[in-house]
């Protein structure tokens, strides 16, 4: 005897790309874009302007979002697990809760950007600048920190198992109040 089973789809989901063609041709002002799975849509490199953006909640994991400016963009709860983001212009942007869970950030703009309780682990920030960020309980263990910019940074409570800290800059005005994030 045979069973017919149905398995999920990981593809993004058409009505939710199927939003973001009008967006392509004219520019508008705070996007709304949460809850969205946006796995399979190409963002048009230096075209789009996803600033003020509300992406939260959405899934974007594995994106090539290189080089795009999400600066003030709420993307708080989003997947952006092994989505790259080298270059990208985060600054200002709310990432509370996202998992970043091996991104890819190098010489990314995260400067002012909210992280509280976000998952950073095995992500990649190399020369990254994250002056004056919240990483408040964020999760920064195997990260790469190299040359990261951490001037005037909130770190209270995050964790840093084997990250690799070489030649940040700015450590010495970190703020840490040694607070604990559990439950």
Do not use: W
Request: aromatic share 6%; net charge negative; proline share 2%.
């Amino acid at each position: 005897m045979l069973a017919a089973f149905t398995l999920p789809a990981f593809a993004a989901n058409q009505k939710d790309i199927e939003k973001l063609l009008p967006l392509q041709s004219q520019q508008q002002s705070h996007v709304d874009l949460s809850n969205m799975d946006l796995r399979n849509y190409r963002f048009p490199e230096q075209k789009f302007d996803l600033q003020n953006a509300n992406i939260s909640h959405s899934n974007l994991s594995g994106m090539d979002l290189k080089n795009l400016n999400f600066s003030g963009a709420d993307l708080s709860y989003s997947d952006l697990s092994n989505a790259h983001l080298e270059n990208a212009n985060l600054s200002g942007a709310n990432l509370d809760h996202a998992n970043l869970n091996g991104a890819q950030l190098g010489q990314a703009n995260l400067s002012g950007a909210t992280l509280s309780f976000a998952n950073l682990s095995s992500a990649n920030l190399q020369k990254s600048n994250l002056s004056s960020s919240i990483l408040t309980c964020a999760n920064l263990n195997q990260a790469d920190l190299t040359q990261a910019q951490f001037a005037s940074a909130v770190i209270s409570g995050a964790t840093f198992v084997n990250t690799e800290t070489s030649d940040i800059s700015g450590y010495q005005s970190v703020i840490d109040r040694q607070m604990n994030c559990t439950g």
